[in-house]
């Protein structure tokens, strides 16, 4: 089995200024007095892990949260400079971090150009100002558009947002005002994605009115997949969308199933086969950083083609039977007819050109689809 690069980083930041009423991701409100505390365990994690790796090049960092925008510009000085102090970060290096409207300013962006991010992630989410209130969203349209016109004239190129459909009171006249809007932004990446509603969040506690039926829902998906191809934008993956070029580096390197660092409190990474992710107590990793105790599991061979699978199919480009016989020495074909055969007939997979792709039916119903994979 090939030996897969390991050439990317994952830096958690998990805090915000309030908790969405949809957000299962592990994030804290009003910890403000911890930010210091964090950082400096955050680099203790980074410092011991990445010094037996010196011999590494980076091609990818993405500081996500939370709200990594809520730090101050010398926590991320401090950060790099410690990543820098042990491994080498490639000169054409895609360095994401995620941003919320109304938490950034000129100045800021700014700062951030300088200090070596050159590519933003922008949480949108909606255009609509009352559904942006109802699920707790703290920004406004015009912070929104204050955002992205800063960040250009901070010098970034490459700039995404998300948007999420299926929201409380989103018809689908919303829905496409809101794709409409995002055009007008002249961006070059854009994330979609429809509302779950999971477990520990507002809207599991309490249901939110208003949701679109689950048919609206799929309609919503076609809408939104149909008017962005027709307007410039390549459909590369399950829910992302992007000018030529621009496609996500980082989220490539997980579809590729590539290994990857997790550095933060419940941060997840893949290092030498084995997946894991960090303690979730925010005061537990300040005390020690180095646990691996949330997760961590030695994959096995066929793990690690089983992941290859799911995570391949998610993009638009499918499996190349060819490159997958030689990454892992495993026959698709052979291993996996019976439900290649069923879904080709389902018209929810497709075999041309020795690749195996998804429909865009297949999109809709992937969950089925994967799921038997497994």
Not at 90 to 118: C, H, M, R, W
Not at 183 to 194: E, P, Q, R, V
Not at 346 to 368: A, H, M, V, W
Request: hydrophobic share 35%; proline share 2%.
């Amino acid at each position: 089995m090939k030996k897969r690069p390991l050439e990317s980083i994952y830096i958690h930041i998990p805090f915000c200024r309030e908790k969405c009423h949809y957000c299962a991701f592990l994030s804290y409100a009003n910890k403000e007095s911890f930010f210091e505390d964090y950082v400096d365990a955050l680099t203790q994690e980074t410092s011991k892990i990445l010094e037996r790796y010196k011999d590494i090049n980076i091609r990818t960092i993405y500081a996500g949260g939370g709200t990594p925008s809520l730090l101050d510009i010398k926590y991320y000085k401090k950060i790099f400079k410690n990543i820098n102090n042990y491994i080498n970060i490639d000169a054409q290096a895609e360095i994401t971090i995620e941003i919320n409207p109304g938490t950034v300013d000129f100045a800021y962006l700014n700062e951030l150009k300088s200090i070596g991010f050159n590519r933003l992630s922008v949480g949108v989410q909606s255009f609509e100002r009352y559904i942006l209130d109802y699920i707790n969203r703290k920004h406004n349209i015009k912070d929104v558009y204050n955002a992205i016109d800063n960040a250009r004239k901070s010098g970034f190129e490459n700039i995404s947002i998300d948007l999420i459909y299926g929201l409380p009171y989103q018809t689908m006249k919303v829905w496409q005002d809101s794709l409409a809007s995002a055009l007008k932004l002249d961006i070059d990446h854009i994330s979609t994605y429809g509302l779950k509603i999971e477990k520990g969040t507002k809207f599991y506690k309490q249901y939110p009115e208003k949701l679109p039926a689950d048919e609206v829902n799929a309609q919503m998906y076609l809408e939104c997949r149909d008017f962005l191809t027709q307007n410039g934008f390549n459909h590369y993956e399950i829910s992302n969308f992007a000018k030529d070029g621009f496609e996500s580096k980082h989220n490539l390197s997980y579809w590729h199933n590539k290994e990857y660092f997790g550095f933060g409190t419940a941060a997840h990474g893949y290092v030498n086969k084995i997946r894991y992710s960090n303690q979730t107590s925010l005061e537990d990793y300040i005390k020690n950083p180095f646990i691996k105790k949330e997760f961590y599991e030695e994959l096995s061979n066929t793990d690690i083609v089983k992941d290859a699978i799911i995570l391949g199919l998610r993009t638009t480009n499918g499996l190349s039977l060819n490159e997958f016989k030689t990454d892992y020495d495993f026959d698709l074909i052979k291993h996996y007819k019976t439900i290649i055969n069923k879904y080709t007939a389902y018209k929810l997979l497709i075999l041309e050109d020795n690749r195996l792709k998804l429909t865009p039916k297949g999109f809709l119903l992937s969950n089925n689809v994967l799921s038997d994979f497994l």
